[in-house]
């Protein structure tokens, strides 16, 4: 199936910095990729869309200028942490459709543990 | 809108022995279902899913489904689990007219002992 990439595996940062996220496509181009947000032992929670060259679709109760997301090219969609805050630690996870391949399923990347102290 | 249940929070079996996950869905057109597999600190892999045709969907690692659209159930099966499925595993469901935003259940943490 297809491939998708996400780096760092986990990081560690203080309080009231920002944290990069990178979630690449590796053998297909994905137009859409979303992300989520995982507490232990739970579901995942849909944070938001990112549409490639434009706007990211954010859901409801998710603070949009807190967890930016920019999706510059077709392979590529980052999602940053800004100003970070313990109660933001979590594991994120990206996924993405090849839609071009037509394929129904989402593929999802190895997930990002993040830990601010 | 569209819902998904996962009725157990974890499924103890041991090794040898039929393994089913349950899952209920609610949709307000056609269903796409998904189901997918958790390992520790890691991403969800895909196992199989159900788009359309016959009910049985075969998957990965011998896992198979049973699409039953009169109780709108989606159960996984496994005829004889392993240790190494032990993992939390996920149901999903995308309406068909949905451009990608899946649902997804609360997760069932499955044990398998030796």
């Known amino acids: 199936g297809a491939v998708v990439s996400q780096h760092p595996s986990w990081v560690i940062c203080k309080s009231g910095t920002s944290v990069k996220i990178e979630c690449r496509s590796l053998?297909?181009?994905?137009?859409?990729m979303f992300w989520y947000r995982q507490f232990p032992k739970q579901s995942l929670m849909l944070m938001a869309t990112?549409?490639?060259?434009?706007?990211?679709?954010?859901e409801q109760g998710v603070e949009k200028d807190k967890f930016l997301i920019n999706h510059a090219s077709l392979t590529l969609s980052t999602l940053t942490v800004t100003s970070a805050h313990p109660e933001d630690s979590s594991f994120y996870i990206c996924?993405?459709?090849?839609?071009?391949?037509?394929?129904?399923?989402?593929?999802f990347g190895q997930g990002t543990r993040l830990t601010v102290v | 809108a569209q819902s998904v249940a996962q009725p157990e929070d974890q499924v103890n079996v041991a090794e040898g022995n039929p393994l089913t996950v349950k899952c209920t869905y609610s949709?307000?057109?056609?269903?796409?279902l998904f189901w997918y597999v958790q390992y520790p600190n890691r991403g969800l892999q895909f196992l199989l899913k159900?788009?359309?045709?016959?009910?049985l969907v075969k998957g990965s690692y011998g896992f198979e489904a049973e699409f039953n659209k009169s109780q709108t159930s989606f159960h996984l099966k496994k005829p004889s689990a392993l240790v190494s499925d032990s993992a939390l595993y996920f149901c999903?469901?995308?309406?068909?007219?949905?451009?990608?935003?899946?649902?997804f259940g609360a997760g069932t943490q499955v044990v398998v002992t030796p």
């Open positions: 949709v307000s057109g056609n269903p796409y």
């Open positions: 996924s993405a459709r090849d839609w071009d391949r037509g394929a129904h399923e989402a593929f």
């Open positions: 990112s549409n490639e060259g434009s706007k990211a679709t954010y």
């Open positions: 053998d297909f181009q994905a137009t859409t």
């Open positions: 159900y788009i359309t045709g016959d009910n």
């Open positions: 999903a469901v995308r309406e068909t007219d949905s451009w990608g935003k899946l649902q």
